[in-house]
């Protein structure tokens, strides 16, 4: 028996809802809240009469502390499922701390406005402290780890596909693979189609920062940044095929190279086609990526919000997307003294994700996870009071979960390295 409050109605929530319907005897009760109800209420329409878990919905600015404080109290949760954006992170981990609520996201906290002189200072001081230049950082969320103890509280952070599940494999390899891991890939795969010559496949304004901004990876004990896109990979993946990859910054490698001890290196690759690429250099030559406000006729606009409401809502490309994801990780290391590889990875097939819940893979490989974690903690498997990733958990359930939900993942002994 426990309620989940879930912040968000776009394309990942979509999935995590009809994901917990269908698992209704944890999620009894759910209640869908974002600023415009009318979309909370389509997708609850969309479940009603299909499951057991009671559904409703509620309108919320989850930046405005009282008015989500307010609802936090008077629908009284078992936890709090920050499934917007990574801009409302720390406002809703804060109303939780104030309610006694526990909570979980799928990506950790960045600020919606890049030129905040308070932000900015600490962002400055970072870059040149720890090295790597992306906008966003767990430093702002695991500065939270002291207040949920106090309250004995947990916080999951970033339980999606990657982040998420990809630190879930590590724990895994980590428990059952290895005695030591020395080098860790992570290679997200996406190669379906959704026939628009460009379209992002999660909230535009957060997947463009990401991608443009330069990568980055871990190796020797220290961050080495490189500019975004420099360094290209082609890799065979199974179900998919031959697809180039890049290299990029992305968040679990700062939390697993603290958590993984002894990694020498650890890299993230996600696969580009060539139409995308020069799309976004195109518009990030224009500025047409930049989150500084710009006056147009007498209108302050953020182009990179202007150019979100011109491109293709990411929940409507499930109709039409074909192909597959493959997502998973590499490990080299030893186990009894002997050199050992490992890949472990999901494949999901974006029709089979559309028939079964009406939204592309890149959605369902997030917002399943993101089920997965909820359920970890409101059935008391993964509960410790702080803020923490998931390969701070105990895996084997997670991976079990995995199979049953949607994304049973796969194993090779002896993988292709990436070089
Ligand atoms: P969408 O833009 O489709 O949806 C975001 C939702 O958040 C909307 O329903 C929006 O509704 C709501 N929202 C935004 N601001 C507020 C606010 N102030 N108060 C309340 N609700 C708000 O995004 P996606 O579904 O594509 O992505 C959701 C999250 O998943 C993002 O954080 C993204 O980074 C993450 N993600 C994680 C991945 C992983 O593997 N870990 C992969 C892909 C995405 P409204 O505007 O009406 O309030």
Known sequence: MSRALIIGAGGVAGVVVHKCCQNSDVFTEICIASRTKSRCDALADQLRGKTKTVITTAQVDAMDFDALCALIRS????????????????????????CGVNYMDTAN????????????????????EEGFSAYFDYSWQWAYM???????????????FDPG????????????????????????????DHGYPFATNFNP?????????????????????????????EYNFKDVGQKDMYLLHHEEIESLAKNIPGVSRIRFFMTFG???????????????????????????????????????????LGPRTVGKTNIGCIFTGKKDGKDKTYYVYNVCDHQECYREVGSQAISYTTGVPAMIGASMLLTGKWNKPGVYTAEEFDPDPFMEELNKWGLPWQEDFNPVLVD
């Open 165 to 192: 599940v990809t630190q879930v494999f590590c724990a895994y390899a980590k428990k059952h693979q290895f005695d030591t891991i020395d080098t860790i890939d992570i290679l997200d795969c996406n190669g379906g």
């Open 274 to 316: 060539q139409s995308y690429l020069t799309h976004m250099k195109c518009l990030e030559d224009v500025g047409m990526l930049s989150t500084t406000p710009i006056m147009f006729e007498g209108k302050e606009i953020v182009p990179i919000q202007f150019l979100k409401a011109l491109l293709p809502d990411p929940a409507t």
């Open 109 to 128: 906290y960045e600020p919606e406005d890049t030129d905040d002189p308070e932000w900015r200072a600490v962002y400055e001081k970072r870059c040149k």
């Open 146 to 160: 002291d207040k949920f103890k106090e309250k004995g509280l947990t916080a999951l952070l970033g339980s999606g």
């Open 205 to 233: 304004e957060i997947n463009l920062r990401e991608v443009s901004a330069p990568g980055s990876y871990w190796e020797n004990g220290h961050w080495v940044e490189i500019p975004a896109m420099s360094i290209k990979r």
């Open 75 to 98: 629908y009284n949760p078992d936890l709090v499922m920050n499934i917007a954006l990574p801009y409302q992170d720390l406002a809703i981990m804060d109303a939780c701390l104030e």
